[in-house]
């Protein structure tokens, strides 16, 4: 027998809420996962183990909610990680009552990431994904200035897809927001409960080594300048950007750097960076130099 999309991604509230909190969230994940990526065997062996079935039904419209928020994310092979992401990111916002829009620039993944994003985008509707792909990979500044010019929310957050960033820190950094009106809110590895999972020796003294040399160098007062989760207001977001040279790996360093040199209050939120589930880094040993060269540049200039 066929099944449909729609059958395998909606669950009931009969059998499903029996399961585990883990389990249910597993279960879904995993076989939305499969199935949009075009696994249907497997992803029906995870049904039939879970119980994970989807009814015909259309997603509730759009909420009246105020202060929408624009997520964004640049992606580059991501297509075992964006439905997840986009799952944890939808429950956030719900749970929090907050309207939201994801827009995902994609640089031509040869993994066919946009594929993906456009099935996204028909079961979530196109007022929740919005799909702004470029034909290759032009530089992650330039893919976040993209991607900008497209957002409705009057708050945005930049972060990447690939489950370093966890959508659940959203809600926190929302909070803290409010609290005395900053500017932005960038999420930071290096202060308060904090930290780095997955990561090795190396890899962890690399970044650390980057944010303690260009904190000497640069001293812009933020913990973490090398991370890339942040809340902006979208008018500051739109004046630091216009400000901003940088176009790869240095670009929100540059960002930071630039924002405090303007005068915008930050406030910092202790995250959890936990190492990317599928794929591999795209750190290497030209991004180190870039990064370096950057810090040099934005001390002549800033």
Not at 123 to 143: D, N, Q, S, W
Not at 160 to 188: E, L, N
Not at 207 to 220: E, H, I
Request: charged share 25%.
């Amino acid at each position: 027998m066929a099944t449909s999309k729609a059958s395998l991604l909606r669950i009931p509230e009969t059998s499903y809420h029996n399961q585990s909190s883990l389990g249910k969230q597993i279960s879904a994940l995993t076989a939305f996962t499969l199935f949009i990526s075009g696994n249907t065997r497997n992803a029906m062996a995870i049904k039939d183990k879970y119980t994970v079935i989807l009814r015909q039904s259309a997603l509730p419209s759009l909420p009246a909610f105020d202060d929408l928020h624009t997520a964004t994310s640049a992606t580059y092979n991501e297509r075992r990680n964006l439905p997840i992401i986009t799952w944890l990111l939808n429950r956030t916002f719900t749970e929090n009552k907050l309207d939201w829009e994801l827009i995902i620039v994609d640089d031509g993944s040869p993994d066919g990431t946009l594929t993906i994003a456009k099935q996204l985008q028909k079961f979530y509707t196109p007022e929740r994904i919005v799909l702004k792909p470029r034909a290759g990979k032009l530089g992650l500044g330039t893919a976040y200035v993209h991607g900008l010019r497209f957002a409705r929310g009057s708050y945005v957050i930049i972060m990447d897809a690939d489950f370093s960033h966890h959508p659940k820190f959203i809600a926190d950094m929302i909070r803290v927001q409010k609290t005395r009106d900053y500017d932005i809110v960038t999420g930071t590895r290096y202060a308060g409960d904090g930290g780095v999972y997955g990561w090795d020796l190396k890899r962890k003294l690399v970044s650390r080594g980057a944010n303690l040399f260009a904190d000497t160098v640069l001293r812009p007062g933020v913990s973490d300048l090398t991370g890339s989760f942040r809340l902006y207001k979208r008018a500051v977001l739109e004046k630091v950007i216009a400000q901003t040279e940088s176009k790869g790996y240095t670009f929100q360093m540059e960002m930071m750097v630039r924002a405090k040199a303007m005068g915008c209050s930050v406030a910092e939120v202790p995250i959890s960076f936990v190492d990317r589930v599928y794929g591999e880094s795209k750190l290497g040993g030209d991004e180190i130099v870039e990064f370096a060269k950057g810090v040099g540049k934005l001390w002549l200039k800033v």
